[in-house]
């Protein structure tokens, strides 16, 4: 199996989110995929195949993370359709069959790729007795962000406390399915972002997740919103860190990035 590293979300390697990524003849049994992820160790490896023509999409995919595969993975989704226009395995717009519905992926003339994801129905909540001594912060409001996101997003003060959480990981568990989307205003837009996020997910083995497409099909609408705009920019403050062009179009969200391989080998195993 040819297996690539692909740094998603990001123009220069060792930036941005890391995903293997597998293009295969055909899925193996699960158990086997989820050693591999286990083994590559990323936030999210990707395992794609090509898909009959004349259907509604052209390729399969799954992800998965150390720990269990998940509904929705936009760094990944990324980083397989730069693998895929990058080697010459597809060219154009990619349609994805996944758990969370046939997802498309654009490659863009400057070397991006617009991915076409549901947008997450966000319900306000109250903010969980205790998430604010786990995560080291006062929410300001707080959101179920649905079943394929999953995750609990609070707002917080500003930017600076956002950059500076320390959460108690094993005790933000509690909250969400997947985890924890902390997030503020910028505190400079002038600086090319309109807010800041970091994600928590150790639910499913990840501490803290370097860059979150998914993530962003909640903040897109929570920020659309608030700043009064349709196409905004965030920044998650990871210590990779990475940038995501986002674009609120109803019930469907854009997220727009570049990305990067890494690393080009193959699974012996």
């Given at each position: 199996m040819r297996?690539?590293?692909v740094d998603a979300f990001t123009d220069r390697a060792f930036a941005g989110n890391p995903a293997g990524v597998l293009l295969l003849d055909?899925?193996?049994?699960?158990?086997?995929?989820q050693k591999i992820a286990l083994e590559v160790n990323h936030a999210e490896t990707?395992?794609?195949?090509?898909?009959?023509?004349g259907g509604e999409a052209d390729?399969?995919?799954r992800w998965f993370t150390p720990a269990a595969?998940?509904?929705m993975c936009g760094h990944a989704t990324l980083a397989t359709a730069h693998v895929l226009h990058t080697t010459g395995a597809h060219e154009g717009p990619v349609r994805f069959a996944t758990r969370s519905g046939v997802l498309v992926a654009t490659p863009r003339a400057d070397g991006s790729v617009t991915l076409d994801f549901p947008t997450a129905p966000l319900t306000a909540v109250e903010a969980p007795a205790g998430v604010a001594e786990a995560l080291g912060a006062e929410p300001r409001s707080a959101f179920d962000t649905g079943p394929n996101v999953g995750d609990l997003l609070v707002e917080l003060a500003d930017e600076k406390?956002?950059?500076a959480l320390s959460p108690d990981l094993r005790a933000l568990g509690a909250y969400s399915r997947r985890g924890i989307i902390a997030t503020a205003r910028a505190a400079d837009p002038a600086q090319g972002y309109d807010f800041v996020s970091r994600c928590f997910f150790p639910n499913v083995g990840i501490d803290e997740d370097p860059v979150t497409g998914s993530a962003h099909t909640a903040l897109a609408p929570f920020w659309s919103e608030r700043l009064g705009g349709t196409v905004l920019t965030g920044l998650q403050a990871s210590p990779r860190s990475g940038r995501v062009r986002t674009e609120l179009r109803g019930d469907r969200t854009l997220l727009s990035g570049h990305a990067v391989t890494v690393i080009d080998g193959e699974l012996l195993a």
């Open positions: 297996i690539r590293i055909s899925f193996p049994d699960d158990d086997r995929l990707a395992f794609a195949h090509r898909l009959p023509e390729w399969a995919l595969e998940v509904a406390t956002v950059r």
